[in-house]
């Protein structure tokens, strides 16, 4: 059985011919032309809107579209033309308020017409491609009105005039501006720009040219960037109030420009009040502004950056170099800190803690630094005097921490970190085997900050000296066990320190006294008894003794050095001895010994013997005499050694000549690691990458890596190609 056919429906033409009026159009138009006029003499109430939609649906579902949208388009012409007229009539302050006026009258009456031909531009308008009633509108509102000959101009100047005058201080009416320009706006972006905002920045750019050259004249450096910002501030402002938001950036970068680009260079290097004298008179607050406001210029930043780094390796070379500073090494490296803190506040504060503008610090100081060879060893001082003497003010540890870690940012700065470590470890020694360090905890972190930054191959010694010290009481302890019962005469402590890891040299043993004598080979007995195969040999400059001592009838118990003890104990058998016969009996080396007879002699208060003649330097021909007449409150007294706080010139030249030949084996070994890798390699390379291997260490000196490199070849570590003699080869 078939499934009957779904039948489809079929819509019959007309078989007659409809009859329109012939008048249809120019009834139906009059009519609409009627309420048009009705709206804009604002007698809207009185109209029947449902009434004309259905007028102009009719009249558009007939064919008569095109002639509707032509004869709109005239009417609206012929409304606008005699609102030009009474735009143009308005006198003074007037204009604007008449212009906005009649513009919210226009927008109502095409909001109201566009309802009433609502069909037509729902259907009419998109097929023919014209412009909907509403736009159409606002477009011969443009061409009309705004751009009338005797509208545009004035207007464009009665906004610029206004602006200008509220740029001068007076009070304007902003709420008129802002619906201007939102008119302006609204009538589409080119409108607004073409119109308004083109004229508006060349007419600003003119203002900043002129009144940033009136200002930079009369005012500092300081009081023009307020300005500046002040001006900023107020251009932002003004766009957030009555201007499209997209303009804020265009009038900015005017004011960038005129106010600041333009004269960037001379606000900079002003006298008496640029970025120089702001930097050195700590003024962040105008530093923070010159920041803030040169963030917007091109190359703004860069030249901050590069005039403080030029300021900064300049003073710095002045505090480096300058002789007179250089006489306290602890107050040398307190400036340096100084500055450090100085600069770092500056930067964290005023340039908000920018890396750049650290990173450029940080080459500053390391460029200055280490224009000093001697930056090593003042530093190394440094670190001596407050582990010594604590820092001046430290409530707790963590004060001393603090300073510390600022001492290790000086630290990283130095390219020759063996000299630095050459001189901690002297240091280091004298504070260990003196019992002169203010905390065990302060000198272990010091360790560790020094490993942390540089590996364990530069503490690994340092580290030895404080087990050597644990050793040696442990020692101790054992010696005066095994010496139980014979307890009469002096005692001792000895610290047995290992070879190569403490900064001993070799020294002429002195003469010590037969008390001391005695008993130091008893010492000598037992640990060799206990150790096989070792070697004693005493350090008598590295030592300190504590002996009683009577002045008349006054005791006393002075604190001295080895060499002070074998001096004074001269004096038990005789009250006067010539320098002659002191150095005779002690074979104390010269050097030391006019430095321990001036701290005996000279200190005043510590004074324990008179030298004749009376003066603070040590000849040969002086004599010396026990000072029965010393006093002092204090039942103990320390007697220190005179010595240079920094070194002589001869021991600078010691130091120095151990450091280069420390450094030698550390290039070679370098040399071969790279050539092991490389097999072969030009010498440029070689330098290269030795200096890259080292720098965290020292700047190898290229002369010295090509005699390295000669020695290597001298015992066939490494072999010159026969044809290119530029070129080595690893020999395996």
């Known amino acids: ?56 649906y009719n009249m558009v579902l007939h064919k008569h579209g095109g002639r509707l949208y032509d004869k709109l388009a005239e009417n609206l012409k012929g409304h606008l033309r005699e609102m030009g007229k009474l735009v143009e009539a308005a006198q003074g302050g007037l204009f604007l308020e008449e212009l906005q006026r009649r513009w919210a009258d226009h927008i109502k009456a095409l909001q109201m017409i566009r309802d009433i031909l609502m069909y037509m531009d729902r259907t009419f308008i998109p097929s023919s491609k014209k412009t909907p009633v509403f736009e159409h509108g606002l477009e011969l509102w443009r061409d009309i009105v705004v751009r009338s000959p005797k509208i545009h101009g ?44 083109r004229p508006f920045l060349e007419v600003s750019a003119s203002f900043y040219s002129g009144e940033s050259q009136q200002c930079i004249e009369r005012c500092d450096c300081g009081e023009y960037l307020k300005n500046a910002e002040k001006r900023l501030a107020e251009e932002s402002e003004r766009v957030s109030l009555y201007m499209d938001a997209k303009t804020a950036d265009k009038i900015a970068n005017v004011v960038d420009k005129e106010m600041l680009s333009n004269h960037m260079q001379r606000l900079f290097l002003m006298e008496n009040s640029g970025l120089v004298n702001m930097l050195i008179n700590d003024k962040h607050e105008d530093l923070t502004r010159m920041y803030d406001l040169f963030k917007r ?24 170099t300058d002789p007179e500073r250089l006489r306290d090494p602890v107050d040398f490296v307190q400036r340096l800190l100084n500055e450090k803190d100085k600069y770092d506040e500056i930067v964290s504060v005023s340039f908000s803690n920018d890396k750049t503008f650290q990173n450029a610090l940080n080459a500053s100081f390391e460029h200055f630094i280490n224009l000093n060879n001697r930056s090593p060893e003042f530093i190394s001082l ?49 504070r260990l085997l003196s019992g002169k360090t203010s905390s065990d905890e302060a000198e272990r972190n010091m360790l560790v900050k020094l490993k942390t930054e540089c590996g364990y191959q530069f503490t690994s010694k340092l580290e030895s000296m404080f087990t050597d010290l644990k050793t040696s009481q442990d020692t101790m302890q054992s010696f005066y066990a095994n010496l139980a019962g014979d307890s009469d005469g002096p005692t001792i402590s000895v610290q047995i320190l290992t070879t190569g890891s403490w900064p001993t040299q070799p020294c002429a043993t002195c003469n010590l006294p037969p008390e001391i004598l005695g008993v130091s080979e008893q010492f000598r007995a037992h640990y060799l008894g206990t150790h096989n195969g070792r070697r004693l040999t005493w ?23 080895t060499y002070q003890m074998c001096v004074l104990m001269l004096f038990n058998s005789t009250d006067t001895l010539t320098y002659k016969e002191i150095e005779q009996n002690t074979a104390i080396p010269p050097v030391d010994l006019k430095r321990c007879l001036q701290s005996l002699a000279c200190v005043k208060g510590k004074n324990v013997l008179r030298k004749e003649p009376m003066s ?78 080292l720098q965290a260490r020292f700047l190898p000196n290229p002369v010295v890596i090509k005699k390295r490199i000669e020695s290597l070849i001298e015992r066939e570590f490494l072999e010159r190609d026969k044809v290119d003699r530029k070129l080595y080869r690893y020999l395996a």
């Open 1 to 56: 059985m078939n499934p009957q056919r779904k039948r489809i429906p079929k819509i019959e033409p007309f078989k007659h011919r409809v009859e329109v009026d012939p008048k249809f159009f120019d009834k139906s138009w009059k009519k609409l032309d009627d309420a048009i006029r009705e709206i804009y003499n604002h007698n809207a109430s009185g109209l029947s809107f449902e009434e004309l939609y259905r007028t102009a």
């Open 154 to 197: 004035r207007l464009v100047d009665t906004l610029l005039e206004l602006i200008h005058r509220e740029r001068m201080g007076e009070m304007i009416n902003r709420g008129l501006m802002r619906n201007t320009t939102k008119m302006l706006m609204e009538l589409g972006s080119s409108v607004y720009q073409d119109d308004f905002e």
């Open 297 to 320: 210029v091109p190359d703004g930043h860069s030249t901050i950056r590069s005039l403080m780094a030029s300021h900064v390796k300049e003073t710095g070379k002045i505090l480096v």
């Open 382 to 430: 440094y670190v001596d005097d407050k582990l010594r003497k604590g820092v001046k003010g430290a409530a707790n540890e963590e004060d001393i921490e603090t300073v510390l870690d600022k001492v290790m940012m000086l630290f990283r700065y130095l390219q020759e970190k063996d000299v630095f470590e050459k001189y901690y470890k002297q240091h280091l020694a004298k």
């Open 539 to 561: 350090q008598t400059n590295m030592g300190n003794a504590d002996i009683k001592a009577t002045f008349g009838d006054r005791k006393h118990e002075l604190n001295v050095s």
């Open 616 to 693: 603070k330097d040590i000849s040969d021909s002086d004599a010396f005499h026990f000072n029965d007449k010393f006093s002092s409150k204090l039942v103990k007294v320390k007697i220190g050694t005179v010595v240079a706080q920094k070194e002589s010139e001869p021991e600078k030249q010691e130091t120095r000549h151990r450091v280069e030949e420390d450094r030698k084996p550390q290039i070679e070994a370098a040399i071969v690691r790279i050539m092991k890798s490389r097999r072969v390699l030009d010498h440029n390379s070689i330098v290269t990458e030795v200096t890259k291997q």
